[in-house]
């Protein structure tokens, strides 16, 4: 954890001080001193490189810092790690260190200390464990997903999308990020009209008015409904229009009526955007024309065979991209560099944008267009999630019962729930196609992922509810308090924590001390997935040691005191890992 190898890199600056007065660091005579950039106090003990061997015999901790540390003092790195080693101060945590290979440089744990100091630390943070207290330099991030289309319903990849957005934004903001959450609608062009057309024919079909539905027109179920929903409430009094007024009018009302089911369906699965972005208003402002404006005083655009060009070559793209059409129309392109021209404006240090993945050609074009505006490389992160495949036991669905059409992400809702949703949706990297079994994300057994990890966290409550009617916690009527209320009343000191000498209990908490690490990636690398992981893991490992300890044993007052808490705060973290999926921690299944 966090915790640990900061205090593991403070201890071996201070080796490597007592090293250099003790003569130990030859080679080059006095380097650090003559170049005292080069010391550990300019460096900066935070950052060095520990990681966690996969094997044991490894130690708990190993760092290859001293590969590249060794020239500065002219050495090998394994005698640099060796001057290192034979200097390291004494402290508790540790309890041996050793040089291996080339250079490493192995941290063998004193297993109390590490069982004490992890599991004070969750207890304290309780439900800020995890998360950063750190504050990045370039903080405020904003995350633009789901996107749809509002000429329809969502289909089950925009679920996906959802899914990974929100959970995103959850772990940017706990590893120390300001997130804002946004839905770009692209309700501009002649996909509205085609719309709005579909809706105007159904209409007057449904009352044996004459009608014709365009030819590239959306013929889904969907289109039928809402015309039937026009003609309970009106009637047929919208025939005396004129047709192009008919299809104005329905374009708007279809409009209003599918984008707020968007939202209904959305906060069904618990995400709430901060921002819903118009790509009318892009239009509407001038905001496209200001954008072109930008980059051509930038000497990014050039005109040539009467059309306006964006000079994305110069940026790494194949070829440059037309902006403005010879017929003067801006392309899909030009609205969306003015749409990001407004999110640099709106002071985002980075703008994370989640893509299906038609959308991957896409990509070199808009970070093009954002280094173009922005004068930063790096400033757009894009990230190109794959399909989804609906399965049902085993084997593909490919339509709805209902309808006969697509299964909507509506109905996937419907049938699963938000928590299996969200987390079958999270459980693969975004760049793996997605199998989701919905009898499988039904079933209550633990074949079922999300089933298994939310009855551990159950599991942990019902153990905290018996040990409080065996009157071991409080009171036994505190056996009907939320289990935070009743865990809060759980303590143990450390003479008790120290009895947790087990290996299916330091296994567990050596787990748990792995959050704040695994938020940290998760963050690093725009891939909740891996809390999906590490809740699984979590849920697995406490499983086990629940079956290897005896957790209330009236006979061991002090070991069941220490396991208890251990108890406690393997729910603690199992929540909060939950929490940031946003999934829920049920506390009786």
Known sequence: MRTITDRLGKLVAQAERTAREAGRLGGRPGATADRPEETFEAVGDEGLPFERPK??????????????????????????????????????????????GPGFINFYLNQSAVVRDVLLEI????????????????????????????????????????????????VLAAAGYDVEREFYINDYGNQMKIFGASV????????????????????????????????????????????????????????????????????????????????????????IEKAIA?????????????????????????????????????????????????????????IIDIWGADHHGYVKRMEAAVEALSGEKGRLKVIIGQLVNVLRAGEPVRMSKRTGEMITFEELLDEVGPDAARYYFLMRNTDSALDFDIDLAKEQSNKNPVFYVQYGHARICSILRKAATDGLIGEPSDADLPVAELAAKI??????????????????VSHLSRLPEELEEAAAFLAPFKLTTYAYETARRFHNFYEKCRVIAPEEPNLTAARLFLVKCSRQVLANTLGLLGVSAPERM
């Open 200 to 287: 105007e024919a159904r209409y007057c079909e449904l009352l044996g008015a004459a009608h014709e539905f365009p030819e590239d027109g959306y013929g889904g179920a969907y289109i039928t409904e809402i015309a039937q929903e026009i003609v309970a409430a009106d009637g047929d009094k919208h025939l005396a229009l004129s047709r192009e007024e008919r299809i104005e009018l329905f374009t708007e009302r279809a409009y209003a009526q599918v984008l707020e089911h968007i939202k209904k369906t959305l906060a069904g699965m618990g995400v709430i955007f901060d921002v819903w972005f118009s790509e009318r208003t892009l239009h509407e402002s001038g905001a």
């Open 294 to 350: 930008v980059l051509r005083q930038k000497g990014h655009v050039h005109d040539a065979e009467g059309a306006v060009w964006l000079k994305s070559t110069e940026f790494g793209d194949d070829k440059d991209r037309v902006l403005i059409r010879e017929n003067g129309e801006p392309t899909y392109l030009a609205a969306d560099v003015a749409y990001h021209a407004d999110k640099l404006a709106r002071g985002f240090d980075t």
């Open 123 to 170: 207890d304290e943070r309780g439900a800020e464990y995890g998360r950063s207290s750190w504050e990045p330099q370039r903080k405020r991030r904003q995350v633009e997903f789901v996107s749809a289309n509002p000429v329809g319903p969502m289909h089950v990849g925009h679920g996906r999308w959802a899914a990974l957005g929100d959970a995103l934004a959850n």
């Open 491 to 508: 303590a143990a000191t450390d003479e008790q924590l120290a009895l947790l000498r087990g290996e299916a209990e330091y296994d567990l």
């Open 55 to 100: 094997r044991k015999e490894h130690g708990d901790f190993s760092t290859s810092f001293a590969m590249s540390r060794a020239r500065v003092f002219g050495l090998k790195p394994r005698d640099y790690a060796q001057a290192i080693v034979d200097s390291m101060p004494a402290d508790p945590l540790i309890e041996r260190v050793e040089v291996a």
